[in-house]
């Protein structure tokens, strides 16, 4: 057969890997070329336009691949570098808004090696396994050799004493200096909070607000001209913009009645037009990602584009951890396993990540501590920040007994407004505090105010 038909024979053969006909026992791979890299400088697809998010685009495309360009490098043909796309056993790292998929040049070259030595024993004419079968056992291995690979050839990084202090000190100093004059919003959080790039973790209790906190947060954030990025995995989109709609208008009327679930159910009133058209015509950069079935790396891929490329990374808020898939054997090796991914993508990007936490049904009638938190052994120690919001009431009330404790609680959710605490259980930028608020949860509104006192909690409930 002369190089021509058996180069044609060798496409017809890739293409079945999507058809799912016959097994694909594709060319031997190439070795990577200088045409085959991803030139960001001078050859960008004819369509392509840089990432929405990103102020240039450029930069974050150094060392990714095209699709056209993996089948090239690995030897097999786009429709079957697409097909282990679809199935997820080659993951693209960075897609453009026109539908562009780049893959890191890193995992193909690990692929590569996997491949010269497994694919074709896998896939060898009528002994190969089907590829549904064969695929996904080609990747793991490549996955795990990658790892150690990248383990080998980026070994710690090791800073000595006297260089460090010498060359880099300042600098990183410098680099810090961005974010001293950021500012969350709340007077309290802020008199007490050097708010840097870090791993910050809240919980709370029900009826604490904590969805609606970390909201407010954001939105203040953005406000204060931060990139910000809300990753919902309970709420829609429109569930947590009618937050805002419903807690601007109640600072222009205190008097108002609307809530957000009366403006989603069609409520209006001239006031709400006047907030609506100054969000509208707002430059705050406040966004939200609509989660569902995602796993935490399937996450930090979506997030790793929007974070390149800026003077700044973005704030992001992930909520909640607890409902993240996970496929390990237990809920709590998958928070463990997400916390320290995260962490290590926060140092990557330096970003500012909030992550919002459950807590144990155990916890629910005694004041918050780490033992508070849900299946989340290993928060304490990675986290930077930990937060606790609960209902003052809880410092004063008998854990032990649970009707009477049910009770008031019940009359302290029934309180307009709530009082609620923030507990800092740890800080590595700091020491711990504490910080209170009057939360209007039928206005989705938390007012930072002086600290409460047994007293004035136990006349606000008679007045109730």
Same mark, same amino acid.
């Given at each position: 057969?002369?190089?021509?038909?058996?180069?044609?024979?060798?496409?017809?053969?890739?293409?079945?890997?999507?058809?799912?006909?016959?097994?694909?026992?594709?060319?031997?791979?190439?070795?990577?070329?200088?045409?085959?890299?991803?030139?960001?400088?001078?050859?960008?697809?004819?369509?392509?336009?840089?990432?929405?998010?990103?102020?240039?685009?450029?930069?974050?495309?150094?060392?990714?691949?095209?699709?056209?360009?993996?089948?090239?490098?690995?030897?097999?043909?786009?429709?079957?570098?697409?097909?282990?796309?679809?199935?997820?056993?080659?993951?693209?790292?960075?897609?453009?808004?026109?539908?562009?998929?780049?893959?890191?040049?890193?995992?193909?070259?690990?692929?590569?090696?996997?491949?010269?030595?497994?694919?074709?024993?896998?896939?060898?004419?009528?002994?190969?396994?089907?590829?549904?079968?064969?695929?996904?056992?080609?990747?793991?291995?490549?996955?795990?050799?990658?790892?150690?690979?990248?383990?080998?050839?980026?070994?710690?990084?090791? $800073?000595? +004493?006297? =260089?460090?202090?010498?060359?880099?000190?300042? /600098? #990183? *100093?410098?680099?810090?200096?961005?974010? !001293?004059?950021?500012?969350?919003?709340?007077?309290?959080?802020?008199?007490?909070?050097?708010?840097?790039?870090?791993?910050?973790?809240?919980?709370?209790?029900?009826?604490?607000?904590?969805?609606?906190?970390?909201?407010?947060?954001?939105?203040?954030?953005?406000?204060?001209?931060?990139?910000?990025?809300?990753?919902?995995?309970?709420?829609?989109?429109?569930?947590?913009?009618?937050?805002?709609?419903?807690?601007? $208008?109640? +600072?222009? =009327?205190?008097?108002?009645?609307?809530?957000? /679930? #009366? *403006?989603?159910?069609?409520?209006?009133? !001239?006031?709400?037009?006047?907030?609506?058209?100054?969000?509208?015509?707002?430059?705050?950069?406040?966004?939200?990602?609509?989660?569902?079935?995602?796993?935490?790396?399937?996450?930090?891929?979506?997030?790793?584009?929007?974070?390149?490329?800026?003077?700044?990374?973005?704030?992001?808020?992930?909520?909640?951890?607890?409902?993240?898939?996970?496929?390990?054997?237990?809920?709590?090796?998958?928070?463990?396993?997400?916390?320290?991914?995260?962490?290590?993508?926060?140092?990557?990007?330096?970003?500012?990540?909030?992550?919002?936490?459950?807590?144990?049904?155990?916890?629910?009638?005694?004041?918050?501590?780490?033992?508070?938190?849900?299946?989340?052994?290993?928060?304490?120690?990675?986290?930077?920040?930990?937060?606790?919001?609960?209902?003052?009431?809880?410092?004063?009330?008998?854990?032990?007994?649970?009707?009477?404790?049910?009770?008031?609680?019940?009359?302290?959710?029934?309180?307009?407004?709530?009082?609620?605490?923030?507990?800092?259980?740890?800080?590595?930028?700091?020491?711990?505090?504490?910080?209170?608020?009057?939360?209007?949860?039928?206005?989705?509104?938390?007012?930072?105010?002086?600290?409460?006192?047994?007293?004035?909690?136990?006349?606000?409930?008679?007045?109730?």
């Amino acid at each position: 057969m002369d190089n021509d038909n058996k180069k044609s024979a060798d496409v017809q053969k890739g293409e079945s890997v999507v058809n799912g006909s016959t097994p694909v026992t594709p060319q031997l791979p190439h070795p990577t070329s200088s045409k085959s890299r991803v030139n960001v400088s001078t050859s960008f697809p004819p369509h392509f336009q840089p990432p929405p998010s990103s102020k240039s685009g450029v930069n974050a495309l150094e060392g990714y691949f095209t699709t056209e360009q993996v089948a090239k490098s690995i030897g097999v043909t786009r429709k079957a570098v697409e097909y282990w796309r679809k199935r997820g056993w080659l993951p693209a790292d960075l897609i453009d808004h026109n539908g562009v998929y780049w893959y890191l040049e890193e995992r193909v070259e690990q692929l590569k090696a996997v491949y010269r030595r497994d694919w074709q024993t896998a896939w060898a004419g009528g002994k190969a396994k089907d590829e549904e079968k064969a695929s996904p056992e080609i990747f793991t291995e490549a996955g795990k050799r990658m790892t150690d690979w990248k383990r080998r050839a980026q070994p710690p990084k090791v $800073l000595h +004493l006297t =260089d460090y202090f010498a060359n880099q000190l300042k /600098a #990183d *100093i410098d680099s810090l200096k961005k974010y !001293a004059n950021r500012l969350t919003g709340f007077k309290n959080i802020d008199e007490q909070q050097f708010f840097n790039p870090g791993l910050y973790v809240i919980g709370a209790t029900p009826a604490a607000g904590k969805t609606t906190f970390c909201w407010q947060l954001l939105e203040q954030l953005a406000e204060r001209g931060e990139d910000c990025i809300y990753c919902s995995y309970e709420m829609s989109g429109l569930e947590l913009f009618t937050k805002t709609a419903a807690r601007r $208008l109640f +600072l222009k =009327d205190k008097q108002t009645s609307l809530t957000a /679930a #009366d *403006i989603r159910r069609g409520s209006w009133s !001239a006031q709400l037009d006047c907030v609506i058209n100054e969000v509208a015509n707002s430059k705050t950069n406040l966004q939200v990602l609509e989660l569902q079935d995602e796993s935490i790396d399937e996450l930090l891929i979506r997030l790793k584009p929007l974070c390149l490329d800026k003077q700044k990374a973005p704030v992001i808020c992930l909520d909640y951890l607890q409902i993240v898939p996970s496929s390990k054997e237990s809920t709590k090796l998958g928070v463990d396993d997400s916390v320290r991914k995260l962490k290590k993508f926060q140092r990557d990007t330096n970003s500012t990540f909030i992550v919002i936490s459950s807590f144990n049904r155990a916890n629910y009638t005694q004041s918050v501590s780490f033992e508070s938190f849900k299946e989340s052994g290993n928060i304490e120690y990675t986290a930077d920040v930990v937060w606790a919001l609960q209902l003052f009431l809880l410092n004063s009330i008998n854990p032990n007994n649970v009707a009477d404790s049910r009770k008031k609680i019940d009359i302290a959710k029934m309180k307009q407004p709530r009082q609620i605490q923030l507990k800092c259980l740890k800080n590595r930028q700091g020491t711990n505090y504490d910080c209170f608020f009057h939360y209007f949860s039928a206005h989705d509104y938390f007012e930072p105010c002086d600290k409460f006192t047994e007293n004035n909690s136990k006349s606000s409930e008679h007045k109730q």
